[in-house]
């Protein structure tokens, strides 16, 4: 194919074993400053070693699947596999989660929380950090609605109802 760059098969392994670290590092719910902790091994080269900027030692190979709770055998034996089956040899981008709450809050939603509460403007401006003024602006939908605010209401909120 004109235009693709072929990746080597000793690229097609590294990539193939940074997965395999990552789908079980996401799947034991792990973070990578969590697994590095945990295995003695630099946060930055897991993280270059996952994304393929990176190769990776037997030693630091060895460290992560003890770490994840695998041998270096079956982590090399999983990649080996993603090889001859042709890939992926990287993970699919998710996009990033969006709480309900976070994307339902709306200016009424906002207002209807205050009610709910029993709770007025400058009670809202005081736990927010920002002046009544700016409440008013803000609720008159003058003032954007931005994400920052969004996840300090939506903070706010819930201090106000423990079932927010």
């Known amino acids: 194919m004109a235009g693709t760059k072929r990746i080597s098969e000793h690229d097609q392994l590294v990539l193939a074993l940074a997965l ?5 590092r996401k799947a034991l719910d792990i973070s990578q400053s969590d ?26 190979l060895s460290r992560l699947a003890f770490t994840l709770g695998l041998s270096v055998s079956k982590v090399v034996r999983l990649a080996e596999e993603r090889v001859a089956a042709g890939g992926p040899f990287k993970l699919k981008k998710r996009k990033p989660r969006v709480s309900q709450a976070y ?36 609720l008159a939908d003058a003032r954007p609605f931005t994400p920052a605010l969004k996840r300090k209401c939506l903070r706010v909120f819930a201090d106000w109802h423990d079932d927010f």
């Not at 395999?20 to 079980?24: G, N």
């Not at 939603?109 to 927010?128: F, N």
């Open 103 to 138: 994307a339902a809050l709306t200016i009424q939603g906002v207002t209807d929380a205050m009610e709910a509460a029993k709770k007025t403007k400058a009670e809202l401006a005081k736990a927010l950090g920002i002046s009544r003024y700016f409440v008013s602006l803000l």
């Open 20 to 24: 395999v670290i990552r789908t079980h």
């Open 35 to 60: 697994l590095a902790q945990h295995s003695g091994v630099n946060r930055t080269y897991i993280a270059d070693f996952e994304r393929g900027a990176r190769n990776i030692s037997v030693n630091s």
